[in-house]
């Protein structure tokens, strides 16, 4: 298939994967955990555990990817081992990805889950600059201010009344810090990746795919044994079993989105991906519209046609300039 076609299709894998992906995660994370407990006058009461293990959660979505992977490159019978010279830069890019992951679920217990949404939906920015300074990448004019008005777009649609907001939340604090170095975290993982791009023996995404997660999976172990969660997560999951089942099931929808993720960031680069992911969650609050009967107010109407216009012309223009690639290195 051609270039544009291959980009739809990665697109619209990376929307359905990671939909069904959010319903589990919500699954997992706010299910009700029932188990019986003895009270201190021999009554048993039944009381409802929280999911925070994580940590584990990370784990099972790395572990069950590499296999993913490892499984795409046998069947791909890649030979070649596009890993020479890149180990380093693998282990580098692996851990500012899950930094960026922590921070942003850390983020959660000082921010509501839409001041979230608002300041990741920036990732965009981060990642362009980087990719900029440390993957010496080089944009139009055109590229930057379009990225900026998805942006806008987005940050517009999701934002919350001030008439809405607690007069308790502080205007800036330590979730928002956190969001700040989750945004710096994305960048730099997406500068990391520009440059692997650029060597001489250019990973495939499934070799990107299989390594990133070969190294993510050795520091999120190294995580759960010095900090105790992984055998409290074996605890809870034999008086929950039916949370693996879950768990499986999320990682491997994560692992099917994540896969094209990946071949979008061999082919395309990191920056198109970040769009991407950044329009996927504008794209599934809008399909609540669609499906759901939500109505929308004028700034969220004025913001969706902000969005799909940027992204219109950003690919009529890349399509339709006189160089053939306007994403030249330097």
Same mark, same amino acid.
């Given at each position: 298939?051609?270039?544009? !076609?291959?980009?739809?299709?990665?697109?619209?894998?990376?929307?359905?994967?990671?939909?069904?992906?959010?319903?589990?995660?919500?699954?997992?994370?706010?299910?009700?955990?029932?188990?019986?407990?003895?009270?201190?006058?021999?009554?048993?009461?039944?009381?409802?555990?929280?999911? !925070?293990?994580?940590?584990?959660? $990370?784990?099972?979505?790395?572990?069950?990817?590499?296999?993913?992977?490892?499984?795409?490159?046998?069947?791909?019978?890649?030979?070649?081992? %596009?890993?020479?010279?890149?180990?380093?830069?693998?282990?580098?890019?692996?851990?500012?990805?899950?930094?960026?992951?922590?921070?942003?679920?850390?983020?959660?217990?000082?921010?509501?889950?839409?001041?979230?949404?608002?300041?990741?939906?920036?990732?965009?920015?981060?990642?362009?600059?980087?990719? $900029?300074?440390?993957?010496?990448?080089?944009?139009?004019?055109?590229?930057?201010?379009?990225?900026?008005?998805?942006?806008?777009?987005? $940050?517009?649609?999701?934002?919350?009344?001030?008439?809405?907001?607690?007069?308790?939340?502080?205007?800036?604090?330590?979730?928002?810090?956190?969001?700040?170095?989750?945004?710096?975290?994305?960048?730099?993982?997406?500068?990391?990746?520009?440059?692997?791009?650029?060597?001489?023996?250019?990973?495939?995404?499934?070799?990107?795919?299989?390594?990133?997660?070969?190294?993510?999976?050795?520091?999120? $172990?190294?995580?759960?044994?010095?900090?105790?969660?992984?055998?409290?997560?074996?605890?809870?999951?034999?008086?929950?079993?039916?949370?693996?089942?879950?768990?499986?099931?999320?990682?491997?929808?994560?692992?099917?989105?994540?896969?094209?993720?990946?071949?979008?960031?061999?082919?395309?680069?990191?920056?198109?991906?970040?769009?991407?992911?950044? !329009?996927?969650?504008?794209?599934?609050?809008?399909?609540?519209?669609?499906?759901?009967?939500?109505?929308?107010?004028? %700034?969220?109407?004025?913001?969706?046609?902000?969005?799909?216009?940027?992204?219109?012309?950003?690919?009529?223009?890349?399509?339709?300039?006189? %160089?053939?690639?306007?994403?030249?290195?330097?």
């Amino acid at each position: 298939m051609n270039s544009n !076609t291959k980009f739809i299709f990665c697109a619209l894998g990376i929307f359905v994967s990671y939909f069904y992906f959010g319903i589990l995660q919500e699954k997992v994370t706010k299910g009700k955990y029932p188990v019986e407990v003895v009270q201190d006058d021999g009554t048993i009461t039944e009381v409802n555990e929280k999911f !925070t293990f994580s940590l584990a959660l $990370v784990f099972g979505q790395c572990f069950v990817s590499y296999l993913f992977a490892k499984g795409a490159v046998l069947i791909k019978g890649d030979p070649e081992d %596009r890993s020479n010279g890149l180990t380093k830069l693998y282990g580098a890019t692996s851990l500012t990805y899950l930094l960026g992951m922590v921070c942003s679920n850390m983020a959660l217990q000082w921010v509501p889950y839409p001041t979230q949404v608002i300041g990741k939906s920036a990732k965009p920015i981060p990642v362009m600059l980087l990719g $900029v300074l440390i993957g010496k990448k080089s944009y139009t004019l055109k590229k930057y201010f379009f990225v900026l008005l998805v942006v806008i777009g987005v $940050v517009l649609f999701m934002y919350k009344d001030q008439a809405n907001i607690k007069s308790n939340e502080s205007s800036f604090g330590f979730g928002e810090l956190l969001l700040i170095m989750s945004l710096t975290m994305d960048g730099l993982t997406g500068g990391m990746q520009e440059v692997m791009r650029a060597k001489p023996a250019k990973p495939t995404g499934e070799q990107m795919m299989l390594n990133m997660n070969f190294w993510s999976c050795i520091y999120v $172990v190294l995580a759960l044994v010095f900090t105790g969660d992984g055998l409290s997560f074996v605890a809870f999951a034999k008086r929950h079993p039916v949370v693996l089942f879950n768990i499986g099931m999320l990682s491997i929808a994560g692992a099917v989105g994540q896969h094209f993720i990946y071949i979008m960031v061999a082919q395309f680069g990191p920056l198109p991906v970040a769009i991407v992911t950044t !329009t996927r969650k504008f794209v599934t609050v809008l399909a609540s519209v669609v499906f759901f009967g939500n109505t929308l107010i004028t %700034r969220q109407w004025v913001a969706a046609m902000i969005v799909f216009g940027s992204l219109f012309l950003d690919a009529y223009y890349s399509k339709s300039g006189a %160089r053939p690639d306007k994403e030249i290195k330097k």
